[in-house]
């Protein structure tokens, strides 16, 4: 039995006249009649009981009708589907977010994704920091990440999107919370709330450069891997911080969150994902994702894109 067998079988049997299917299928009357009679052999049944008045089904024929309308109903939402997850319309996609990406670019990101990307599966993971996202990459548990560069695997592609200035979070009771910014050297005695040093988190690296650059090395630090966490802990009163500017998006009853005066370090935000992967849906959701975030710098320093001020 071939396929054609089906679609000619079907002509005939809505139409119950084997002339008007010849025409519906653009084939001659004799050869339709002598496909549907090798389909009957095939099967070893009779589908049609034919007069010189008139073709009707047999019982047999009326449930090979119904059966042929849905084998062929099923093929045709099967090409439909394989089309669009060929041109990337469906399919799945894992995707992290640093820390301090997690409370501002995950929510606008997932919006924008869902409203023009209905059909492909998001699974969003945030507060991964950037060695664990490069990891994850290379495992395959996730296919795209926004994480914080240098990146130095070879076998990531990496676009910076935006550079951000470190900004201060303090306590709302502290001296300093009243002013419009503040000064590092101010907080040289304070103790800091920050990114764990043994995960190599890049925010952390840029915290202890701005200090530096600013004539001290933090005394007291208390490690922390969450952004919520660390907020949480500076609202309490156990310290101060120094954060990527879209962590003030990051809302925690009892912080605040100030600019630094003068120049400060800043950490970029990137995109990453396998070198190679050809997927239609990654392609997809980088192209709506640089769009969205004002597109990127390549690791070899072209510009991809107008950059945003963090």
């Given at each position: 039995m071939e396929l054609r067998h089906l679609r000619y079988f079907v002509a005939v049997g809505e139409e119950c006249h084997f002339g008007r299917a010849a025409e519906r299928l653009h084939i001659a009357q004799p050869p339709l009649s002598q496909q549907i009679k090798a389909l009957e052999n095939?099967?070893?049944?009779?589908?049609?009981?034919?007069?010189?008045?008139?073709?009707?089904?047999?019982?047999?024929?009326?449930?090979?009708?119904?059966?042929?309308?849905?084998?062929?109903?099923?093929?045709?939402?099967?090409?439909?589907?394989?089309?669009?997850?060929?041109?990337?319309?469906?399919?799945?996609?894992?995707?992290?977010?640093?820390?301090?990406?997690?409370?501002?670019?995950?929510?606008?990101?997932?919006?924008?994704?869902?409203?023009?990307?209905?059909?492909?599966?998001?699974?969003?993971?945030?507060?991964?920091?950037?060695?664990?996202?490069?990891?994850?990459?290379?495992?395959?548990?996730?296919?795209?990440?926004?994480?914080?560069?240098?990146?130095?695997?070879?076998?990531?592609?990496?676009?910076?999107?935006?550079?951000?200035?470190?900004?201060?979070?303090?306590?709302?009771?502290?001296?300093?919370?009243?002013?419009?910014?503040?000064?590092?050297?101010?907080?040289?005695?304070?103790?800091?709330?920050?990114?764990?040093?043994?995960?190599?988190?890049?925010?952390?690296?840029?915290?202890?450069?701005?200090?530096?650059?600013?004539?001290?090395?933090?005394?007291?630090?208390q490690e922390v891997a969450e952004t919520s966490t660390l907020v949480s802990l500076v609202a309490a009163g156990f310290g101060v911080a120094l954060v990527p500017a879209s962590v003030r998006h990051l809302q925690i009853t009892g912080a605040t969150f100030k600019p630094l005066a003068g120049t400060t370090t800043e950490v970029e935000l990137a995109i990453a994902w396998r070198k190679g992967d050809e997927s239609p849906v990654l392609a997809r959701v980088l192209a709506r994702s640089q769009a969205l975030l004002g597109g990127g710098r390549g690791r070899g320093g072209s510009r991809l894109g107008a950059e945003i001020g963090g």
């Open positions: 095939d099967l070893g049944v009779v589908l049609l009981n034919r007069s010189t008045r008139r073709v009707e089904l047999t019982p047999a024929g009326q449930r090979f009708l119904e059966r042929a309308r849905g084998i062929l109903a099923s093929l045709d939402v099967a090409g439909t589907e394989a089309v669009r997850i060929a041109s990337g319309e469906v399919g799945r996609l894992a995707i992290g977010f640093t820390g301090t990406a997690t409370y501002e670019l995950l929510p606008t990101l997932a919006q924008v994704l869902r409203e023009d990307l209905p059909g492909i599966e998001m699974d969003l993971r945030g507060e991964m920091l950037t060695p664990r996202q490069v990891a994850a990459l290379a495992e395959g548990t996730i296919d795209l990440g926004f994480l914080r560069p240098p990146v130095n695997d070879p076998e990531l592609e990496v676009r910076v999107l935006r550079r951000e200035p470190l900004i201060a979070a303090l306590p709302q009771s502290h001296p300093l919370a009243e002013q419009s910014t503040v000064r590092l050297a101010d907080l040289r005695t304070e103790t800091f709330i920050s990114y764990p040093s043994h995960r190599r988190s890049v925010v952390h690296d840029a915290v202890e450069t701005a200090c530096r650059h600013a004539g001290f090395r933090p005394g007291r630090v």
